[in-house]
């Protein structure tokens, strides 16, 4: 079984940065990873996903150039750094915990999710 605890949210005025974290408790070192969010009124949408090694990584267009997913498989962490942020970036920003193999842009390829943390950005 896999628990996952995001953190880091918070309010932050365009162009800031923002750094998630979340805490894994179970084996996921072999899982990847993704960070997911969700705005009001719109479906759950793919952010970033990082390999279980941590040596792949992939981004969506949306957050390109302005998002860092990392991984610390010692520690149980992943962590996402947030720059440049945007107003449209506000949603709530869940990580997920995967399975080898499946696509990481659908959250149907995820078993294990955090309960969200709320990131607003303000313009």
């Known amino acids: 079984q896999v628990q996952l605890v995001e953190s880091g949210g918070g309010l932050v005025q365009a162009g800031g940065s923002l750094r998630l974290s979340c805490a894994a408790s179970g084996r996921t070192f072999s899982r990847p990873m993704g960070w997911f969010r969700q705005a009001p009124g719109k479906e759950r949408e793919f952010g970033v996903g990082?390999?279980?090694?941590?040596?792949?990584?992939s981004y969506a267009d949306s957050v390109k150039g302005r998002f860092t997913i990392s991984r610390d498989n010692a520690k149980n962490m992943v962590y996402l750094q947030m720059n440049k942020l945007e107003s449209e970036d506000t949603a709530v920003y869940y990580c997920?915990?995967?399975?080898?193999?499946?696509?990481?842009?659908?959250?149907?390829?995820?078993?294990?999710w955090g309960q969200g943390t709320q990131v607003t950005v303000s313009s």
């Open positions: 990082i390999s279980g090694t941590g040596g792949v990584t």
């Open positions: 997920a915990a995967g399975r080898v193999g499946a696509p990481w842009v659908k959250t149907t390829s995820y078993d294990y």
